[in-house]
């Protein structure tokens, strides 16, 4: 979705490496690993945020090859996964910054521009999430009550 209204080329950018086996200097067992991950997410952290403190702050170079399972869903098994995905939450985050800079500066067409094509990304993944199950059917996204969805 990133690139469908940019007109950028290309899919540059850094790759996981191809290692399949967990790294023998690592000092966290797979329980440690997951203990750790429900640790910061009861203190609210998203689960990018935690993959990023366990690699930064632990040395967890990767949750998914250590425990076999990816944080989302160590989230899901212990019923912590947030109420709106990650990815949408971002998005409304988004609307709520834009929304509140068109109040100030009206005549600024590029920012109401990309105030519809965010509200069609978010649209199009309400869809997604709905279909797959992750969101409830009646919910929907409204522009006058996204300060709410995003708390």
Do not use: C
Request: hydrophobic share 35%; aromatic share 6%.
């Amino acid at each position: 979705m990133a690139r469908k209204y940019s007109g950028a080329r290309g899919k540059g950018g850094s790759k996981k490496p191809l290692t399949e086996k967990k790294p023998n200097w690592l000092r966290y067992s797979a329980k440690e690993v997951e203990q750790l991950t429900i640790k910061l997410a009861k203190s609210e952290k998203s689960p990018s945020k935690i993959g990023t403190i366990l690699r930064d702050s632990y040395g967890v170079p990767d949750v998914k090859l250590i425990t076999k399972k990816k944080i989302s869903r160590i989230l899901e098994e212990n019923k912590l996964n947030p109420k709106v995905p990650e990815d949408l939450a971002a998005l409304i985050q988004k609307v709520i910054r834009l929304v509140k800079h068109v109040e100030v500066n009206s005549h600024d067409m590029t920012v109401k521009r990309g105030l519809i094509i965010t509200e069609s990304k978010i649209r199009r993944l309400e869809k997604y999430y709905k279909q797959i199950g992750k969101l409830p059917q009646d919910w929907h996204f409204d522009k006058s009550k996204a300060k709410m969805l995003a708390e």
